[in-house]
């Protein structure tokens, strides 16, 4: 789940499918929308993954492993698009 912030800085998040490559991480959107108004805004982010996971369901609890980092997002174009694949 990528978050970012909005201009009036209320926390918007969107789960998204992403690729690491070249010590970066890649993700795909839409030409316009939330996700690209509020990097151009505020490009400070957070990025959440989630892997393994188990239910347990006599302790009502999920025993996961999980990732969070921060940093900032900026969009890339053509060149660099190519370079992830």
Not at 20 to 30: K, L
Not at 63 to 82: L, N, P
Request: charged share 25%; net charge negative.
């Amino acid at each position: 789940m990528l978050s970012t912030v909005n201009e009036n800085r209320y926390t918007y998040g969107i789960p998204l499918s992403y690729v690491y490559s070249n010590d970066s991480i890649y993700f795909h959107s839409a030409v316009e929308g939330y996700k690209l108004e509020n990097i151009k805004n505020n490009d400070k982010v957070s990025f959440c993954v989630v892997g393994q996971t188990d239910v347990l369901p006599d302790k009502f609890s999920t025993k996961y492993e999980s990732v969070i980092i921060f940093g900032r997002a900026k969009e890339v174009f053509e060149d660099e698009k190519k370079k992830t694949h």
